[in-house]
């Protein structure tokens, strides 16, 4: 499975840091945070991703190059305007060809374990899901929720106690056949759609997560990732 870091976003609360430098390259834990994406990723044995980019997005090629330093292959999907989640997806289907593929938003920081989720993902799409997703605890500046999780891993709007989406999931290609190749398109439409066709499930994720959405929550998670033991 191919995998691909959406990247293109402004990051505008976390002005004035992103006014020089993207949002995933911000450094958290002593590295940039697109870098802890890449290292789990590799760990779960993914070795082809797709990054996308907009916003001085000629930073990411000199600081990453093509993912020689993870041995992995990384292929960028430049954007001249942010095409938002989906847009930007599309835009990006020829470089992850036709088989289905992890998306994960560059601006989160996630401690799931890639290879398992991967293979539930797998299986939930062979019994004909177009998207199994990750959702977590409501944070403190999101305490709507998103979608509701019933106990078969099916989703829904409504019925019960919503969750977050967490920005992390796996897709089929044809989710995203409705929009063309430039145009700027959001994420949420087409999970709503893949709800009322009742192709779309997922999995609560407790561990540690965190949106990195302003700098006094860059800050926090900077400081966690610091007292965490070195890594083999």
């Not at 070795?47 to 090629?61: K, P, S, Y």
């Not at 990750?134 to 500046?141: K, M, T």
């Not at 019925?159 to 145009?183: D, H, K, N």
């Not at 929550?217 to 966690?224: F, M, P, Q, V």
Request: charged share 20%; hydrophobic share 40%.
């Amino acid at each position: 499975m191919k995998a691909m870091i959406l990247a293109a976003g402004r990051g505008e609360r976390m002005r004035p840091l992103t006014d020089h430098c993207p949002k995933p390259l911000l450094r958290v834990g002593g590295k940039p945070l697109l870098v802890w994406h890449i290292e789990r990723l590799v760990k779960a044995g993914i070795r082809e991703i797709v990054i996308n980019h907009a916003h001085l997005g000629h930073m990411f090629q000199p600081l990453l190059g093509h993912g020689e330093a993870w041995g992995v292959r990384i292929d960028y999907s430049p954007e001249i305007e942010a095409l938002e989640t989906a847009g930007g997806i599309t835009q990006a289907l020829p470089l992850l060809e036709s088989g289905p593929f992890l998306v994960v938003n560059g601006d989160v920081y996630c401690e799931l374990n890639y290879s398992v989720f991967i293979a539930r993902a797998l299986t939930r799409m062979a019994q004909g899901q177009l998207a199994h997703i990750v959702l977590v605890d409501n944070p403190p500046h999101h305490p709507e929720g998103d979608f509701v999780l019933d106990a078969s891993g099916r989703i829904s709007r409504e019925g019960g106690s919503r969750l977050t989406y967490s920005g992390i999931g796996a897709f089929r290609p044809e989710m995203f056949a409705g929009i063309q190749a430039g145009e700027k398109a959001r994420l949420a439409p087409l999970l709503d759609a893949a709800i009322a066709e009742d192709r779309l499930c997922g999995e609560h994720f407790r561990g540690y997560w965190e949106d990195v959405g302003t700098p006094e929550r860059l800050g926090k998670l900077d400081a966690e990732l610091r007292t965490l033991p070195p890594q083999s």
